[in-house]
């Protein structure tokens, strides 16, 4: 005979020994989705393997689907790495987790998989709550304490209303549950009283926060939305954080305080009592920058500006990547184990006076500052082609994480270019631009000229160089069976046809244009002048194109971003 327990109202079968997994076989055996929330990534994966190890293969449907996802969401990196694996596995069952961990075209699978009814079951953390439409009929909190600083401690109220508002299918259900699971009659009491009943917490400005001030008022001023002192103080006096600050003469202060500072940036000019933003503070505010990072790097772009200089030297790009490392944009910072703390006390020990942008403890606490190093050294390795696998294991990451990380310092580089092209520092710009690619790919400098070819990533790109292909002239070349025995039939066909394309668009645009005067001669080591050749002036017009399709697209993808 089946036993049962009561949970609520609700008589749930007795399958396993653990509740949230009977509560969710329960669930799916009237055709039914299921959101549990966990309070980490780890217990989501645990809680998400549980479920589909306790599975019965007879409820599972859309098999086809669910293959064609589980292999949609292995191939969102160019390696699959443990974790990929693992998701694919839990999805085949029409399980998956979801946490920050993943990539953000993996998450984006794996909500829509729930959302067409493939995936039954998400396993997450309260990260899916807030600001996606992600309904399901039922909602498990199976975790309301969480770890902090100060131990084990309750969710917000506020949290919990966004967790158990997941419950019920506007249009497809008449009701949803929400269940949060206690241990005794008292705790039952206490949960009632606090998330039922209880009063949400209050909704602080973000105003309050310094450096945000300062980016909304360079923002406001950017636009011509205000301009004077009047202006200025009425607009902020109408907002949130004027009502909770209560103190208008000390917001006055405080207004006056970030004006200031943005004068000293040059990011904003005064004439009188009239206020506007420069050109420079103009295109900060354009670049979503916060004000204190683009001053930042402004005021250190010249220790890595020489004229001179034909590459950047290894400890140069260390500094390089550090300084972006440290600037506001890449917080939260990685934490670092006890193990860690004294790995990068030696670190920082060996690099000593090397960095471009020297430690000062007076800025900065010398815990963040090892933080700072890590993610760094993370990100060297990264362009170092290391294996993601190899990374999330030596750093203790998740793929998300990593290439969340990535992306922010695409984007803080495309800031860097931008600033060089107002400071006309172009040699700097075309250093930038190669460690944009670079960064995208995961791949060393040599590698540049290959992972431009389609189908051609950072694995294809080393094995074509190992055999001898450095570059797009040496693919033109060689022959197809050589290519092959590389990579394949199929892609050698890819890239032969792009390698012919090439050349033959690269040959009609030289009989059309003729070349500039300034690229007519080069003048040679022993100093003899003669005139560039029809390839080299080729290079330099596609350069031209290239670069200004770039920066079309650069511009459009940094409004897709925000």
């Given at each position: 005979m089946?036993?049962?327990?009561?949970?609520?109202?609700?008589?749930?079968p007795t399958i396993?020994?653990d509740?949230?997994?009977?509560?969710?076989?329960?669930?799916?055996?009237?055709n039914?989705?299921v959101?549990?929330?966990?309070n980490?990534?780890?217990?989501?994966?645990?809680t998400?393997q549980?479920?589909?190890?306790a599975l019965?293969?007879?409820?599972l449907s859309?098999?086809?689907?669910?293959?064609a996802?589980a292999?949609?969401?292995?191939?969102?990196?160019s390696?699959?790495?443990?974790q990929?694996?693992k998701?694919?596995?839990?999805?085949?069952?029409?399980v998956?987790?979801?946490?920050s961990?993943l990539t953000?075209k993996?998450r984006?699978?794996v909500?829509r998989?729930?959302?067409?009814g493939?995936?039954k079951?998400?396993s997450?953390t309260?990260?899916?709550?807030a600001g996606l439409?992600?309904?399901?009929?039922?909602v498990i909190?199976?975790?309301y304490?969480?770890?902090?600083?100060r131990?084990?401690t309750?969710?917000p109220v506020l949290?919990?209303?966004?967790?158990?508002?997941r419950?019920?299918r506007?249009?497809k259900?008449d009701s949803?549950r929400?269940v949060?699971l206690?241990?005794s009659e008292s705790?039952?009491?206490?949960l009632?009283?606090k998330?039922?009943h209880g009063?949400p917490?209050?909704?602080?400005s973000k105003?309050?926060v310094?450096p945000?001030?300062k980016m909304?008022?360079?923002s406001l001023?950017?636009?011509?939305?205000?301009?004077t002192?009047?202006?200025?103080k009425?607009f902020?006096?109408?907002?949130?954080?004027?009502?909770?600050y209560?103190d208008?003469?000390?917001l006055?202060?405080?207004?006056?305080?970030?004006?200031d500072?943005l004068?000293?940036?040059?990011?904003?000019?005064?004439?009188?009592h009239?206020?506007?933003?420069t050109?420079?503070?103009?295109?900060?505010?354009?670049?979503?920058?916060?004000?204190?990072?683009?001053h930042y790097?402004l005021?250190?772009?010249?220790s890595?500006f020489?004229?001179n200089?034909?590459t950047l030297?290894?400890?140069?790009?260390?500094?390089?990547?550090?300084l972006?490392?440290?600037?506001?944009?890449?917080?939260?910072l990685f934490s670092l184990s006890k193990?860690?703390?004294?790995?990068?006390v030696?670190?920082?020990?060996e690099l000593?006076?090397?960095?471009?942008?020297?430690y000062?403890p007076f800025e900065?606490?010398?815990?963040?500052f090892?933080?700072?190093?890590?993610?760094?050294?993370i990100l060297?390795?990264w362009i170092?082609?290391?294996?993601?696998?190899y990374l999330?294991?030596?750093y203790?990451?998740?793929?998300?994480e990593?290439h969340?990380?990535?992306?922010?310092?695409?984007?803080?580089?495309?800031?860097?270019?931008e600033?060089?092209?107002l400071?006309k520092?172009?040699?700097?710009?075309?250093?930038i631009n190669?460690?944009?690619v670079?960064f995208?790919?995961?791949?060393?400098?040599d590698?540049?000229?290959l992972i431009?070819l389609?189908?051609v990533?950072?694995?294809?790109?080393?094995?074509l160089?190992r055999?001898?292909?450095?570059?797009?002239?040496?693919?033109?070349?060689a022959?197809?069976?050589?290519i092959s025995?590389v990579?394949?039939d199929s892609?050698s066909?890819k890239i032969?046809e792009?390698?012919k394309?090439?050349?033959?668009i690269a040959?009609?645009g030289?009989e059309?244009v003729e070349k500039?005067?300034?690229?007519?001669?080069?003048t040679l080591s022993?100093?003899q002048s003669?005139?560039a050749?029809?390839?080299?002036?080729?290079?330099?017009?596609?350069?031209d194109?290239?670069?200004?399709r770039?920066?079309?697209e650069r511009n459009?993808?940094l409004?897709?971003f925000?």
């Open positions: 089946m036993e049962f327990e009561q949970i609520g109202s609700e008589k749930i396993t020994k509740e949230v997994v009977n509560l969710t076989l329960a669930t799916l055996s009237q039914k989705q959101l549990i929330f966990n980490s990534k780890r217990s989501s994966e645990a998400a549980k479920v589909a190890d019965d293969k007879a409820i859309h098999l086809t689907e669910l293959a996802l292999k949609d969401i292995r191939t969102a990196l390696v699959p790495t443990k990929c694996l998701l694919c596995t839990l999805v085949e069952k029409g998956a987790f979801h946490h961990g953000a993996q984006m699978l909500e998989g729930f959302r067409e493939y995936i079951v998400i997450s309260p990260t899916l709550a439409n992600l309904p399901a009929y039922k909190i199976k975790d304490k969480r770890y902090s600083q131990g084990f309750d969710i949290e919990y209303h966004q967790m158990s508002g419950a019920g506007p249009g259900e949803g929400a949060v206690a241990k705790e039952i009491e206490k009632v009283t998330y039922i009063k917490e209050e909704i602080l105003l309050a310094e945000t001030l909304y008022m360079l001023l950017a636009m011509d939305f205000i301009n002192e009047e202006e200025i009425y902020f006096s109408k907002t949130l954080y004027a009502h909770q209560k208008l003469q000390g006055h202060r405080q207004l006056k305080k970030i004006l500072i004068k000293h940036y040059d990011f904003v000019e005064q004439e009188d009239y206020f506007v933003a050109p420079l503070g103009k295109k900060v505010s354009e670049l979503y920058l916060n004000p204190d990072t683009a790097f005021d250190h772009l010249e890595f020489k004229l200089d034909q030297s290894r400890i140069t790009l260390y500094s390089l990547v550090y972006m490392s440290s600037s506001l944009e890449m917080r939260p193990l860690e703390e004294e790995t990068y030696g670190r920082a020990e000593g006076g090397k960095l471009l942008v020297p000062d900065m606490d010398y815990g963040t090892l933080q700072i190093l890590k993610i760094s050294d060297v390795d170092s082609e290391a294996h993601e696998d999330c294991e030596k203790k990451l998740t793929p998300g990593l969340y990380k990535i992306e922010i310092v695409d984007w803080l580089l495309f800031c860097l270019e600033l060089c092209t400071r520092q172009f040699f700097f710009k075309t250093v190669k460690l944009r670079r995208k790919h995961g791949i060393r400098e590698l540049l000229p431009a389609k189908g990533g950072r694995v294809r790109a080393r094995q160089h055999a001898g292909f450095q570059s797009v002239n040496d693919l033109r070349l022959s197809f069976e050589s025995r990579v394949g892609l066909i032969k792009q390698v394309e090439h050349s033959s040959h009609q030289l059309i500039p005067q300034s690229l007519v001669k080069r022993g100093g003669v005139e050749s029809d390839d080299e002036i080729r290079m330099v017009l596609d350069a194109l290239e670069f200004e770039e920066k079309e459009r993808s409004s897709e925000f």
